[in-house]
């Protein structure tokens, strides 16, 4: 048998607690996952699962060889990234979790750094909520906020603002707010984050102004509530990543300038430093280097681009 091949299957049976769901993955049927694992428990002489109609776990001997197992499969990972067939370069595919607003920015550089390793294959995983890394196969994700998963590695890269924005053909039928009281008298678009999503707080130069504003329209998505600003409806508060390329075309002005709304920390995080692929390690410095840049450009407006980023009020 194929011994590695039988070790990621089994180790990805005890990841999702289903044959099923890594049949799936694989697109194999599901008797042939089952078949493996099968081989594997006949090659070392050991029951690995407990099996009954409603669930599946470990035996004692399943148990003590999942965590060697995935040392094992790290090791081969690492062998083949160093002495493939591209000599150490960064091969193979990178699975990232990352939030829409910072795929949508990312993308244009995302493939000039593939291009730059041809042997380097991404795959994002698109999602405003929070990616299980290892229910997803995930190598590493960007996260806005502190992970709750403490057995993750935090790489702290950049923090980041948000700003309310409004479309040239809402402002000029509307006007737009001088102070971030006013709000409470325009239509807002609510980009719908928690309990809290209607709570707009800024800083400015009276100190912290708290605005429970209201709007007909909200959405989990921040690209749905980006889209209903650009159709004129109303005004909403985003994150810069989403708005910088709408802002320099002038399609959104960014409002409020003298305020600086919600700021966030952004995070690379991932499982582990040890027996990190070459291509994971190259992802992550791109991803560093480039937030932390963005950063830097924001805020001092070089990222706004030459047009004036707020609408005279």
Known sequence: MDLIAGLKTFVRVVETGSFSAVARETNASQSAVTRQVAQLEEHFGVRLFHRTTRKLSLTDDGQGLVSRARHLLEEAEDLEDTFGR??????????????????????????????????????????????????????????????????????????????????????????????????????????DVGRDSTHWAFTGPDGTVDVEVTGAFRSNNSLVARQAALAGYGIALLGDPITVNDIRSSRLYRLLPDYVARRRPAFVVYPSRRHMAPRTRVVIDFLVERFRLLESRLRDGREWGENEATWLV
């Not at 294959?121 to 806005?144: C, G, W």
């Open 86 to 191: 591209n000599g150490g370069a960064p091969t193979g595919l990178v699975r990232i979790g990352i939030p829409v607003g910072a795929a949508i920015l990312l993308v244009p550089e995302l493939t000039a750094l593939m291009r730059e390793y041809p042997g380097l294959s991404l795959d994002l995983v698109v999602s405003e909520e929070m990616n299980d890394l290892v229910e997803e196969r995930l190598d590493l994700a960007l996260r806005f906020g502190q992970s709750p998963d403490t057995s993750l590695v935090s790489r702290a890269i950049a923090t980041l603002g948000s700003a309310p924005v409004a479309a040239p053909a809402y402002l000029e039928r509307y006007g737009a707010p001088s102070h971030p009281s006013e709000l409470v008298n325009h239509t807002c678009i609510i980009h």
